[in-house]
């Protein structure tokens, strides 16, 4: 199982090279990861985009790129459809967001004909290393999903513990997240909660035990579970959170980072293929472990 972002590179290692094309690739950060990829035996980047833009952007950060495919796309949006084609087309295995919109890439992947759609809903997670904790934690989504209703948070569900089961966590814990951990009408978060662990317990939702409505301190600390006389096989324990929008899992995301220190990798996945999608200010080490999880997700 893996343990660390670390462990994900290594295992990623085992698994690639892999061949990503890298949309809109004249982002510094972005070409530092695609170096760093490549050097680990990670993956082999295409790079898309206007050329002397690339250039420019690999020179800032001091980078040879004469060993690279570079495809010349000078529009942005017209540069993550080529990337989406040649991931169709089986000419790349995944799929990189470099200097463009998330949008104009989500776009091409939905593309009716040259897109990824699988009939499954898209969803972002973030596998984070956090420094108290002996377990890598999976969550969702906190970049894609606004306002997902049930029917969505179950998708979301699912797709997050066929991640975590690609990653050797064999029966995956989830804890479904609210302000409190009872039901109350007035909060539709913990409906929301409680429906998905009947879901789970039901086999509406496969692979993972689901329980909830559950505050972040009962999900991921037995201590404070215990406090307050919470009995579950999920409570302290749990691998895979579930926020229920976007707001909260976008402040989660950089409170971790931020605040407590944490890195994540960070993937869209419900698509043939998965798609990196980092943020701006992540450091170029994130996207290599974003770029790892990437290659693993891979068919």
Do not use: W
Not at 52 to 71: C, P, R, T
Not at 80 to 103: E, F, H, P, Q, Y
């Amino acid at each position: 199982m893996v343990r660390s972002l670390d462990d994900l590179v290594e295992m990623a290692q085992d698994a690639g090279p892999r061949t990503c094309a890298v949309v809109a690739a004249a982002d510094p950060e972005v070409l530092l990861a695609a170096d760093e990829a490549a050097r680990r035996g990670i993956a082999r980047c295409v790079l898309i985009g206007d050329p002397v833009a690339i250039g420019k952007a690999a020179s800032e950060v001091g980078l040879d790129l004469s060993g690279y495919d570079v495809v010349e796309e000078r529009d942005a949006a017209a540069a993550a459809r080529t990337g989406v084609a040649m991931v169709s087309s089986g000419r790349a295995d995944l799929l990189m967001k470099g200097l463009v919109s998330t949008a104009d890439v989500l776009r091409a992947v939905l593309d009716k004909e040259i897109g990824l759609r699988t009939g499954r809903l898209l969803s972002h997670l973030s596998v984070f290393e956090a420094p108290r904790l002996d377990r890598l934690l999976i969550f969702s989504d906190g970049a894609m999903n606004i306002a997902p209703g049930l029917a969505e948070k179950a998708q979301i569900t699912q797709n997050a513990i066929d991640v975590a089961r690609a990653l050797g966590v064999s029966e995956p814990r989830v804890a479904a997240l609210a302000a409190v951990e009872t039901v109350n009408p007035d909060m539709p978060a913990t409906i929301d909660a409680a429906c998905l662990a009947k879901m789970s317990e039901r086999g509406q939702i496969k692979g993972g035990i689901v329980d909830g409505p559950l505050a972040l301190d009962n999900a991921i600390s037995s201590a404070a579970a215990s406090h307050k006389g919470i009995s579950s096989p999920v409570a302290g324990r749990a691998d895979i959170l579930i926020v229920p929008d976007i707001e909260a899992g976008n402040v989660f995301y950089k409170t971790l980072v931020y605040l407590a220190g944490g890195c994540a990798a960070s993937v869209v996945v419900g698509a043939k293929a998965p798609v990196v999608v980092t943020s701006r200010s992540d450091s170029h080490m994130a996207k290599v472990y974003s770029l790892a999880l990437g290659v693993l997700l891979s068919k």
